[in-house]
């Protein structure tokens, strides 16, 4: 069975300061996605990336970036000079696309959430 | 551009009733998934469907029930209603899992269900 986890529940900083948020997931499948999503206060789910699991680069979009080390099975997250806006509950999750998951249309497996707040 | 549009936003239901959760997508996704959310944790997978006429029961199916009769509505029907289905109901849609679109899913403002 897949599983992930998330096991930072809450981050406090200051704003400015770099964050980083934790993911480390477990597969026996050799194919599958890695996504991390944002829940803002207003309580809708916001897609942030995808990245699939024979691509280990990292990503850098503004200030944020993902580190994907398959070696260690985790894709973390860093905010850089984080705001007051980037205050939400952010989600890691993994699907499955191999011979484990029978076919793959089985939706998302999500980790608890890492509540992030930014103190002005 | 409405996306996921998910009805009602809130609702308190007594022990025993019933319920559907309206879920409607305008992209015409293939793709529609239904989750909940308790306190403090992630999303479980209630039902989804890969198409209309297809669904398939997720992680944590039973007091549940969906119908996909349109590529664009994929309501969720709780038949007795009991204090464990208080929780938040995400609705999602999503194109394509093995495209080059892959899986990219979009989500409604979510239902805050109480069962009481």
């Known amino acids: 069975a897949q599983k992930v986890t998330q096991a930072q529940t809450e981050i406090s900083v200051v704003e400015k300061e770099d964050v980083t948020l934790d993911c480390v997931y477990e597969?026996?499948?050799?194919?599958?996605?890695l996504f991390w999503y944002k829940q803002p206060p207003s309580g809708e789910l916001v897609f942030l990336i995808r990245?699939?699991?024979?691509?280990?680069q990292n990503e850098i979009s503004g200030r944020y970036s993902w580190n994907f080390q398959k070696s260690t099975s985790s894709f973390n997250f860093t905010i850089t000079a984080s705001q007051v806006v980037d205050s939400a509950v952010y989600f890691c999750?993994?699907?499955?696309?191999?011979?484990?998951?029978?076919?793959?249309?089985?939706?998302?497996?999500f980790g608890k959430g890492t509540h992030l707040i930014i103190q002005p | 551009n409405a996306g996921v549009t998910q009805t009602p936003k809130f609702r308190i239901l007594k022990i025993g009733q019933s319920m559907t959760l309206q879920c409607a997508q305008d992209?015409?996704?293939?793709?529609m998934y239904w989750y909940r959310q308790d306190p403090g944790m992630g999303l479980k997978l209630i039902y989804y469907?890969?198409?209309?006429?297809?669904?398939d029961k997720g992680e944590v199916p039973n007091g549940y029930n969906v119908s996909r009769s349109t590529t664009e509505d994929f309501p969720l029907r709780l038949e007795l209603a009991a204090p464990s289905q208080t929780s938040v109901y995400f609705c999602?849609?999503?194109?394509?899992?093995?495209?080059?679109?892959?899986?990219?899913?979009?989500f409604g403002s979510g239902t805050q269900l109480s069962v009481l």
């Open positions: 992209m015409n996704h293939n793709y």
């Open positions: 990245r699939n699991s024979f691509d280990e």
């Open positions: 999602a849609s999503g194109l394509d899992v093995l495209g080059p679109l892959q899986e990219k899913l979009f």
């Open positions: 597969t026996r499948d050799t194919t599958y996605y």
């Open positions: 999750a993994l699907r499955n696309l191999g011979m484990y998951s029978g076919g793959g249309a089985d939706g998302l497996t």
């Open positions: 469907s890969v198409g209309a006429g297809i669904t």
